[in-house]
T-cell receptor, first 112, second 112 residues
Framework: GQNIDQPTEMTATEGAIVQINCTYQ??????LFWYQQHAGEAPTFLSY????GLEEKGRFSSFLSRSKGYSYLLLKELQMKDSASYLC?????????????FGAGTRLFVKA | GAVVSQHPSWVICKSGTSVKIECRSL??????MFWYRQFPKQSLMLMAT?????????EQGVEKDKFLINHASLTLSTLTVTSAHPEDSSFYIC????????FGPGTRLTVL
């Protein structure tokens, strides 16, 4: 089976750093994704990790530990526009490698 | 620019009618597309995997006869919600993979 856990909500201050954690259990693993979703819109791709370690892309970084079934998304220099839901998603490696299952998402509120 | 399009963006229909949603991959061929459903403040739930030239693969709990999927060409998949009811009101999102997973803009269905 598959299970993805992430906090429901988080609040942070503009200019600060926030870390959103994600733990997962899957029968197969073929990569972990982070997406950003604003209300009423489709998700947009942020990052992809398939090997252990940290991937940095501008203000966003994503970390993966496959042995621990753990990932986090790090957002630096928070801006008001970063208020959104952040979805952790895992690609199942047992079904041809393309089936992606999403966590419930973490709603981030950035305050001034 | 957008790599996956959906039509319509929103639709309002009467209970009992059928609604067809189109998903197109732009400038690339997608043998596999995915259909997700998202209820308010919840994450994306995979409904089915659409396979070009063959039957769709449905997730557990998703009614095949209610949500008809046709992947007629390498760039088009359609989802038809048959005999729609108010509880089918949701945000339907398709996606296709071209190196990474791209999502369409979504279709908001409201059944009165």
């Amino acid at each position: 089976g598959q299970n993805i856990d992430q906090p429901t909500e988080m609040t942070a201050t503009e200019g600060a750093i926030v870390q959103i954690n994600c733990t997962y259990q899957t029968s197969g693993f073929n990569g972990l994704f982070w997406y950003q979703q604003h209300a009423g819109e489709a998700p947009t791709f942020l990052s992809y990790n398939v090997l252990d370690g940290l991937e940095e892309k501008g203000r966003f970084s994503s970390f993966l530990s496959r042995s621990k079934g753990y990932s986090y998304l790090l957002l630096k220099e928070l801006q008001m526009k970063d208020s959104a839901s952040y979805l952790c998603a895992v690609r199942d490696g047992e079904t041809g490698g393309f089936k992606t299952i999403f966590g419930a998402g973490t709603r981030l509120f950035v305050k001034a | 620019g957008a790599v996956v399009s959906q039509h319509p963006s929103w639709v309002i229909c009467k209970s009992g009618t059928s609604v067809k949603i189109e998903c197109r991959s732009l400038d690339f061929q997608a043998t596999t597309m995915f259909w997700y459903r998202q209820f308010p403040k919840q994450s994306l739930m995979l409904m089915a995997t659409s396979n070009e030239g063959s039957k769709a693969t449905y997730e557990q709990g998703v009614e095949k006869d209610k949500f008809l999927i046709n992947h007629a060409s390498l760039t088009l998949s359609t989802l038809t919600v048959t005999s729609a009811h108010p509880e089918d009101s949701s945000f339907y999102i398709c996606s296709a993979i071209r190196q990474e997973q791209f999502f369409g803009p979504g279709t908001r269905l409201t059944v009165l």
